[in-house]
Every structure is written in structure tokens, then in C-alpha cells.
């Protein structure tokens, strides 16, 4: 009688420790978020309420995977309708950014840089079948497809050794006949990006700029170079220009229009399928009825999240420039294909293409005193996302490591864009003559007013916004490789103004 009362205490002292282990633990409670009871079966059937809610959470997933997947195409389709629909360009036609920092500022445009003179042009390879591009000595360009991907480089680190010369762009299913004197490339879509980024000293600016491209800068149909009839933009007196793609059920119209004007060979049979899946289908109308919009609204929200959490808190292991310090690569991994070994790494691929523009080897390849490389950060050296309330110093050791010039620019966070923050340019750079330490080192100064002294060394920011910085090495040097050369990370920092 004793023993079995014992044990009647035990089963009862076990079955309370159980109720209060299943009450405290949340991997064993059960909300309705997370019960399985939330999709109904009947003998082994999905219900139409469980039907119905799957189908819609499959559409809003496929449509964040396409948002994610096609963002290169996105972002380069984006910068040639802003092109043609807002600049009114045609194929051969050229914008040019007039000016280093003015003007920029009044562009939506993914990361900028405030020190070249830039000259944009897109070709139509649907409309004539072979474009001949003529381009400047002494400049960094590129020709990209459709989907932001590389084609050639052009000028210091393209096959031109930087002395100018002619390319010829052909589509890979161009069969006409191909002359002699042209370095050639073939290409998969129709319309191709290119874009040359000169040095003012060798320019000019504003009328001058102009004409240095005008003479240099030329684009025209194989064997017609006597009817040039392209036309030369000063970029910079344009407003309200927006070159980045839609972040909302837009996005989708966009790729639409994409799939209707490219061959279907400039995609895989996956991306057309998925694309289908979700109504967009070439030689169809474009025509989603409600559900479906609210399913592109549900699905490229949830995607930009993704793509904004993926940017500034990625967890790929190799983002780290330096191990000591937070400072990240663009092109994580190094490689402009986003490739690691046999494998496409997705999300170094969607961090790239949500935050910058341009694909070329020149930009990752170890290319000493001819290419360009990208510190970017986002944190400072606590890891606390950069704000603009506060204020910041960022130490440049001695012997920066840029052949051409170095330049530090802020963008803010959401727009990717530089920064407005009132000034000519959001940036400092080597071309400025900052004042320079005793030992050959340089400070800035981040903050919404400059430290006392240290206005020509400063860059204004936005109290309560985000921002986010770019250290440029326009043709870096081998300090910077070796990482003998590295930036102090941006401190938090106390000012008297």
C-alpha cells in the first residue's frame, strides 16, 4: 500500500513537470502561427480553404524568387527605359554627365561616383543587327547585356589597352558578314549597355565634355559611319531621373515588356516557366486581374525586405573585406559572374545588383594601376548600422593607394542613390585636396555639422536617416591587395561645433 502510493506521488510529480516544460518551452507549444492544424485535410484531401491559402502562398513565394532571380535584367532593363522614356534616347544616342558632382545628385541612380565624367549610350541590336562603338582613349567602360552581364570592357582595361578603338557588337544570331579591324562581341539580347567613365582632366566639363565625346565617343551602324546621326545629352541639367527598377507590383510590367522585346533565347526555360506561372508569357498580353496584382504587391514587398536584409545584414561567410574590420565587398567572392566554382552564388549576385551597376572583371580582377575596387560599409567599428544623427571620424592611413584618384562617397540605404544632404556632392575625394595630416594620413568627418576646423574634411549627413559609404580605389595599387593598406573602420565620435 506504501510503495503503490509512492508511485501514485511520482506519476503525479511527472506529469506536473511535464505541463510545466510544455508551458515554458516554445518549441513545444502550439499558436496559431506556427500549428500544423492551420492547413486542413480531409482523409489525406486538402480542403478549399487549404487549397486556396497554398496557391496563394506558392504565387507570392514565386513572386519574391522572381524579384530576387531577375533583378540583374531588372536594373538594366530600368536604366534603358529611363532612357528612352525619360531622356527620349534613341539607339546610338549619348548622355553625358557633365559635371563631377553637380547634377548627379539630382539622379536616382545606384551608387554613383562623384568624380568621373560619365557617358551612357544603349544600342539596339533588334533594330540594326551589328553596332560599331568608336571609343575614347584613357577611360574605364563597359558593354553590358540585357541582364547586366558582361560583354567586354572598353578602354584602360578592355582589349584597346586604353588608346581607343572599335568594337563591333553583334547578336548571336547576326549572320552577316564580319570586316576585319574590330574586336568583336557577340552578345544573347537585343538591347546592350554601354558606358565609358573618363577623367575630367583628359574631358573636360560641361560644353567641353561634350565635345570631347561627340569627337571621341561613337556609336553607329556597321558601315554606316557617314550617316551618324546620334545625339549628345548633357546629362547633368536633367531632373528627377530615376535609372533604378520598380519596387513594387511595377516591377513585374517591367520584365513583362522585357520577355515580350528580347528573343526567348536571352532566357531559360526555368525563368520563362516561372515567369509563366505568374502571367507573363510572350506574345501575350500583359492583363493580371485583382488577385493577381495583390499577389505581385504581397510577393515584390516581402522580396525587397529580402533584398535590403540580404545587402546590410548578409550572412555570406566571405563578405568581410578585412577580418579586423567591417568593411564588406560588392562582389562577394570576387568573381563578376558571382560564381564559386561550379556554383552561382544567389545571394552575392541579388547584394550587387540591388546596390550597384556596371559588371566587369575590372572591378574584382587583381588589375594593378588599371582597374577600380569598392570598399563598402554600412556599420561602424561598434557594428552599428551608420546613422545620420550622429557623428563619425574615418582614419585613412598614410599612402592610399590609388594611382588615378580615391574617393569616399555616402548613399543612403533605401534608395542606393547618393546621398541629398545639400551639398554639391555627398563625397570627398583626392581631386578635392583634403587637408592632410603630418604623416601623410587622412581623417574625415561624417555628422549633421562639421566639427570646427574640419569643414573642408567633412561630409554633412541627415539626422534620422540611414547612410552608407563607398571607398573607391580608381586604379589600386598593390598596398591594397596585400592589404598592407587598410582603412580605420568609421567611429562614433564626440564633436564641439
Known amino acids: 500500500m506504501k510503495k503503490s502510493r509512492l508511485n501514485y506521488v511520482f506519476l503525479l510529480a511527472l506529469m506536473l513537470i511535464i505541463v510545466l516544460v510544455s508551458s515554458c518551452s516554445p518549441s513545444m507549444r502550439t499558436t496559431p502561427e506556427n500549428e500544423i492544424s492551420k492547413y486542413k485535410f480531409v482523409g489525406g484531401y486538402p480542403t478549399q480553404t487549404t487549397i486556396d491559402k497554398t496557391f496563394d502562398e506558392l504565387d507570392i513565394q514565386r513572386v519574391s524568387q522572381i524579384y530576387l532571380e531577375f533583378m540583374p535584367l531588372a536594373s538594366q532593363q530600368a536604366l534603358f527605359k529611363s532612357h528612352i522614356e525619360e531622356s527620349g534616347m534613341n539607339t546610338g544616342d549619348v548622355a553625358v554627365f557633365t559635371e563631377t558632382g553637380a547634377g548627379k545628385v539630382n539622379h536616382i541612380g545606384l551608387t554613383y561616383n562623384t568624380e568621373s565624367i560619365y557617358a551612357t549610350a544603349y544600342i539596339d541590336l533588334k533594330i540594326v543587327g551589328a553596332y560599331v562603338v568608336e571609343t575614347p582613349p584613357n577611360v574605364l567602360g563597359i558593354v553590358n547585356d540585357g541582364w547586366m552581364r558582361f560583354v567586354t570592357d572598353l578602354g584602360n582595361a578592355g582589349p584597346d589597352k586604353g588608346e581607343g578603338g572599335k568594337y563591333l557588337i553583334v ?53 554606316h559611319q557617314s550617316e551618324i546621326k546620334n545625339r549628345y545629352f548633357n546629362y547633368s541639367v536633367e531632373k528627377n531621373i530615376n535609372t533604378t527598377h520598380p519596387r513594387n507590383e511595377s516591377y513585374m510590367k517591367l520584365i513583362h515588356e522585357t520577355v515580350q522585346y528580347e528573343p526567348s533565347s536571352a532566357f531559360t526555360a526555368y525563368e520563362l516557366g516561372l515567369l509563366k506561372s505568374l502571367g507573363i508569357e510572350k506574345g501575350k498580353d500583359f492583363n493580371p486581374d485583382h488577385r493577381t496584382m495583390d499577389i505581385y504587391k504581397r510577393g515584390i514587398e516581402r522580396g525587397d525586405a529580402m533584398a535590403k536584409a540580404n545587402a546590410y545584414a548578409n550572412r555570406l561567410h566571405d563578405a568581410k573585406v578585412y577580418e579586423d574590420r567591417q568593411y564588406e565587398h560588392l562582389f562577394i567572392g570576387g568573381s563578376h559572374e558571382f560564381m564559386n566554382d561550379d556554383v552561382l552564388n544567389l545571394d552575392a549576385r541579388t547584394l550587387f545588383h540591388y546596390e550597384a551597376i556596371v559588371i566587369t572583371p575590372a572591378m574584382t580582377n587583381k588589375m594593378i594601376g588599371i582597374g577600380s575596387q569598392y570598399v563598402s560599409g554600412y556599420r561602424d567599428n561598434k557594428g552599428d548600422f551608420l546613422m545620420g544623427e550622429n557623428n563619425y571620424k574615418l582614419h585613412l592611413p598614410a599612402g592610399i593607394p590609388a594611382k588615378d584618384f580615391w574617393s569616399v562617397t555616402l548613399y543612403h540605404p533605401d534608395t542606393r542613390s547618393l546621398l541629398e544632404n545639400g551639398m554639391i556632392k555627398p563625397s570627398i575625394n583626392s581631386y578635392d585636396k583634403p587637408e592632410v595630416n603630418e604623416d601623410g594620413s587622412v581623417d574625415l568627418y561624417f555628422g549633421p555639422k562639421a566639427p570646427i576646423g574640419k569643414e573642408k574634411n567633412w561630409i554633412k549627413t541627415i539626422p534620422g536617416e540611414g547612410w552608407m559609404t563607398l571607398i573607391r580605389l580608381y586604379g589600386p595599387l598593390e598596398p591594397y591587395f596585400d592589404q598592407s593598406w587598410k582603412p580605420n573602420d568609421i567611429e562614433k565620435i564626440q564633436t564641439r561645433n
Open 171 to 223: 547578336h548571336n544570331d547576326y549572320d552577316g558578314i564580319i570586316p576585319e579591324g574590330y574586336f568583336v562581341y557577340k552578345t544573347p539580347t537585343y538591347r546592350n549597355w554601354v558606358m565609358v567613365r573618363g577623367f575630367e582632366n583628359l574631358t573636360g566639363s560641361g560644353n567641353d565634355a561634350i565635345e570631347y565625346y561627340q569627337q571621341n565617343f561613337k556609336l553607329y551602324p556597321l558601315g
